[in-house]
């Protein structure tokens, strides 16, 4: 099992920055990969980046609400990763979650094991 807790969240205006960060614990040999995903009241579940924990490889959404704006990568230690959040807009109002899997993916699937989520509001 792997146990991971996010942190960073909170509430913030439009156009500020805002880093979260995500912490695996337990077998996070077997589940090498953490993903970022995000989701919105009534919306699904999105993806948004994964990163290897070890190597540093990432992936990213091709989304164009996201691209250049929110970006992953390895905190201090081997298991913590964060995610740095640019240029807030009231639509990245969510509930952001991190999440341990086996590959690097968009799909919720190769995640295994999540984290209970860090509420992000952008007020306007």
């Known amino acids: 099992q792997v146990q991971l807790v996010e942190s960073g969240g909170g509430l913030v205006q439009a156009g500020d920055p805002l880093r979260l960060s995500c912490v695996a614990s337990g077998d996070t040999l077997t589940y090498p990969v953490t993903g970022w995903f995000r989701q919105s009241p009534g919306k699904e579940r999105e993806f948004i980046a994964a990163i290897w924990r070890i190597s540093g490889l990432q992936y990213s959404s091709e989304d164009e609400s996201m691209k250049g704006r929110f970006t992953i990568g390895k905190d201090k230690g081997n298991n913590a990763v964060y995610l740095a959040l640019d240029s807030l807009k009231p639509e990245d109002t969510a509930v952001y979650y991190c999440?341990?899997?086996?590959?690097?993916?968009?799909?919720?699937?190769?995640?295994?094991?999540w984290g209970v989520g860090t509420q992000v509001t952008v007020s306007s």
């Open positions: 999440a341990a899997g086996t590959t690097l993916s968009r799909r919720i699937a190769p995640y295994a094991y």
